[in-house]
């Protein structure tokens, strides 16, 4: 693995990488494993909206298992990417502009901060196995209290990403960008799958 590690993160230098999914398909999980392979930084949408906007506003959105308004992405998380201690390292980006239309301006983000999008992962995961690992998560109390962690509020949250969020995908497979990988498999099955593919895609 440590040749294709170093294939992949020769060919990535300085860019980066959008992991997308439905809930509870593990991109965080696999953001923070490639950040820790390539030596580069995860950046979450979602964390850095929880902490540095207006709190209840944010909270009241997340919570009924919303999407934040795009202007919130512009103006907020997006700066995030030209931060200058990430100058020099990968950005491996966790859901970064999950509604139709942002597309753009992630990728026009990324290229001027110096962090070109080089690949899109789609963590593929039917909802009979979301489920599961809700109830999972609910009997083991495994992701801390997030307000969006219940039954209604999932519902909602997979609706917004089958009409909001599917429509990005699609974007960035026309962009020749995208890689889907079978979320269900094991942790370590997913990250060489990811691999995989992200050594596929640079030799392309």
């Given amino acids: 693995m440590n040749e294709q590690v170093k294939a992949i993160t020769n060919w990535l230098g300085t860019g980066s990488i959008d992991l997308f999914g439905c809930p509870f398909s593990g991109k965080d999980t696999q953001g923070r494993i ?3 392979l390539f030596d580069g930084v995860l950046i979450a949408g979602g964390d850095i909206l929880r902490t540095h906007h ?3 506003k944010i909270k009241q959105i997340l919570a009924s298992g919303g999407i934040v308004p795009s202007d919130f992405y512009e103006n907020l998380v997006l700066p ?3 931060r200058p201690e990430y ?4 950005l491996i980006l966790s859901a970064v502009g999950r509604a139709h239309g942002e597309e753009p301006i992630v990728m026009k983000a990324a290229a001027s901060s110096g962090h070109p999008l080089q690949a899109v992962i789609m963590l593929d995961l039917p909802e009979t196995e979301v489920w599961h690992r809700f109830e999972t998560a609910q009997a083991q109390h495994d992701r801390g209290q997030r307000s969006d962690d219940r039954q209604s509020v999932l519902d909602t949250r997979l609706q917004k990403f ?7 995908i699609e974007f960035y497979r026309d962009k020749g960008l995208l890689i ?3 979320g269900a498999l094991s942790r370590d099955a997913v990250t060489s799958e990811i691999l995989n593919s992200l050594l596929k895609l640079s030799a392309s």
């Fill in 180 to 182: 889907t990988v079978d």
């Fill in 87 to 90: 100058s020099r390292k990968p």
């Fill in 34 to 36: 490639l950040a820790d």
């Fill in 54 to 56: 207006d709190p209840e």
């Fill in 80 to 82: 995030y990417l030209s």
């Fill in 162 to 168: 089958n009409t909001k969020t599917q429509p990005v």
